[in-house]
């Protein structure tokens, strides 16, 4: 069985340009949400999807953006890029579908890197 | 707020000795508790977690942790370590929210494992 699976693995952008991430799920799982980590903040939430909806938020600004099709894969994009959105972007997949919290694990892909010149 | 905390930034050991790597936690209810290697360049591993029953959770590559709910703490184990042990370790907590579930992981700041030949 296939893990999580991230493209691309490595990118360069320049400040004020946009960037699309891609994340394709184990198969099964419908649940997709992405982490930025950087060495500064560590681990942190960007959003959670499920069933194509954003379930759940965190605190990043809106041009932190996402979106999660029908086959439960799913895009982050990064839009007008600064300096500091250089980090390691995973993602993570969940079987998800509970109404209530379940004590479903959690897996993550290998990330994708992204530097901002 | 939930949260996690990893006291110690990096640990040191002896190869064939026992490690530890410390976490605790603050959440309100039943917490649901998961640990994670990371290799360099590498995304997250999932190693174990901790969803209700036995207080010793046993995972992969030979890794326990122990569950203390009066001291609310999750502590990664391993009897004898290995130098191929040495990585960075991510203690994490899953958000409960009342209503829709959810997968989000709030993270402790990670500690920094090497396990000395």
């Known amino acids: ?27 099964g799982h419908r649940s ?5 980590q950087t060495p500064g903040q560590g681990l942190q939430f960007l ?16 041009r932190f953006s996402g979106r999660q099709f029908s086959n439960s894969r799913s895009e982050m994009n990064v839009s007008t890029l600064e300096l500091g959105d250089s980090a390691l972007y995973l993602c993570a997949s969940s079987p ?19 530097t901002v010149v | 707020a939930q949260s996690v905390a990893q006291p110690e930034d990096q640990v040191n050991v002896a190869e064939g000795n026992p490690l530890t790597v410390k976490c605790t936690y603050s959440v309100s209810g039943n917490p649901y508790l998961f640990w ?5 360049n590498r995304g997250l591993q999932f190693l174990l977690k901790y969803i ?8 992969s590559y030979g890794f326990e942790a122990e569950f203390n ?13 290995l130098v191929s042990d040495s990585a960075l370790y991510f ?3 899953r958000l409960l929210f009342s209503g829709a579930g959810s997968y989000q992981l709030t993270f402790g700041k990670g500690t920094k494992l090497s396990v000395i030949p």
Do not use: M
């Open chain 1, 1 to 27: 069985k296939a893990g999580v699976t991230q493209t691309p693995r490595y990118l360069i952008k320049t400040r004020g340009q946009q960037v699309t991430l891609s994340c394709s799920p184990i198969s």
């Open chain 1, 32 to 36: 997709v949400s992405w982490y930025q």
């Open chain 1, 47 to 62: 959003f959670e999807y499920f069933s194509e909806t954003q379930r759940n938020k965190g605190n990043f600004p809106g």
């Open chain 1, 96 to 114: 998800g579908g509970a109404s209530k919290p379940s004590g479903n694990t959690i897996y993550f892909g290998e990330g994708s890197w992204l």
């Open chain 2, 36 to 40: 994670y290697v990371q290799y360099p």
């Open chain 2, 52 to 59: 209700t029953g036995d207080n010793l959770v046993k995972g």
């Open chain 2, 69 to 81: 709910k009066s001291q609310t703490s999750f502590h990664l184990i391993k009897p004898s370590a």
């Open chain 2, 91 to 93: 203690c994490a907590v």
